[in-house]
């Protein structure tokens, strides 16, 4: 697999710092080496930067080394799991922003790890190609964390639904109608519905719901199959996906394919904010004491 711009200037970075700590520099001797200033190189090191071929060969004439040795992206053995990790292309898909991650700094801490974290780590991508562990199993193990991590609690989405509530002057209530839906995601957001059994493509038969958008208008198209609060459910969640402005979405459930992280992610919110919508907080926690 090859790497992007991104995954070529860390891997440069690793190596320079490595060799750098090899030979007992700090990074002002290094500067005073190539003539490279220390705020630069510190740059370079945390592989925001990339040298140009000057600088390269000055770093490598300060480091005893071949300077197609320094710009290969062959890692040391000691680092050979960290480059599995870049060429695995795991570490792009996942969110690490989402956890307050920076992946130059995950990729300190990975290339400043004893030999037996390395190690472990290696055999985590071994099993993954062994048993062919999809990315989308990471996305899912990803938002179960994010899930315990707020306890599975939103109060931002739990207030944009009762913001919602109070704009269409929804009746707290045991059940709420499917019309309701209906009539914003019509009036509000030009929407299409259709019922379908799906039955025509046997492929097809398990869908629930399938979004579908065409030129002028989205078109939601629900199993006919569905009971009265199973086609409420799916129709308040069609307008979390409108109302909490997701642009990356799925369009079908379950699911038929999965692109990226927030697919799952908006998904969840938007599956959280209908129950929200439908579950009144207020009537709910009275019920519950």
């Known amino acids: 697999m090859a790497l992007n711009k991104e995954y070529i200037k860390l891997i440069f970075g690793i190596k320079l710092r490595q060799l750098r700590q090899n030979h007992e520099l700090s990074l002002q001797q290094l ?3 190539s003539g490279i200033s220390v705020s630069y190189l510190n740059e370079i090191e945390k592989g925001k930067k990339y040298p140009k071929t000057d600088k390269l060969i000055a770093l490598a004439d300060a480091l005893k080394v071949k300077p197609t040795e320094l710009k290969s992206e062959i890692l040391n053995k000691k680092l050979a799991p960290v480059s599995q990790l870049l060429h695995s292309g795991i570490l792009s898909e996942l969110p690490l922003d989402l956890f307050g991650l920076e992946l130059s700094r995950l990729l300190d801490l990975l ?5 037996k974290l390395n190690a472990f780590i290696g055999t ?3 099993v993954s190609r062994n048993y062919d562990v999809r990315v989308e199993t990471f996305y899912f193990s990803v938002l ?6 707020h306890e599975n609690h939103f109060a931002e989405i739990e207030e944009a639904a009762e913001t919602f509530s109070k704009e269409i002057k929804l009746l707290a209530g045991k059940y709420i109608p499917e019309s309701e839906f209906e009539n914003y995601l019509i009036e509000k957001y030009n929407y299409k519905l259709v019922s379908n059994d799906f039955t025509e493509h ?8 399938l979004m579908i958008q065409e030129k002028r208008r989205k078109k939601l198209v629900l199993n006919s199959e569905l009971s009265q609060r199973q086609r409420a459910f799916y129709l308040a969640k069609e307008v979390g996906f409108n109302y909490l402005k997701f642009k990356q979405r799925n369009t079908a459930t379950p699911w038929v394919k999965i692109d990226n992280f927030d697919q799952v992610l908006n ?3 938007a599956s959280y904010f209908a129950s929200a919508v439908l579950i009144n907080r207020k009537n709910f926690l009275e019920d519950l004491h």
């Open 31 to 33: 500067s005073d080496l």
């Open 144 to 149: 179960r964390s994010y899930q315990e991590i």
């Open 202 to 209: 046997s492929s097809l038969s398990d869908l629930r719901s």
């Open 111 to 115: 290339s400043n790890a004893p030999s």
């Open 124 to 126: 985590l991508l071994e």
């Open 267 to 269: 998904d969840f919110k």
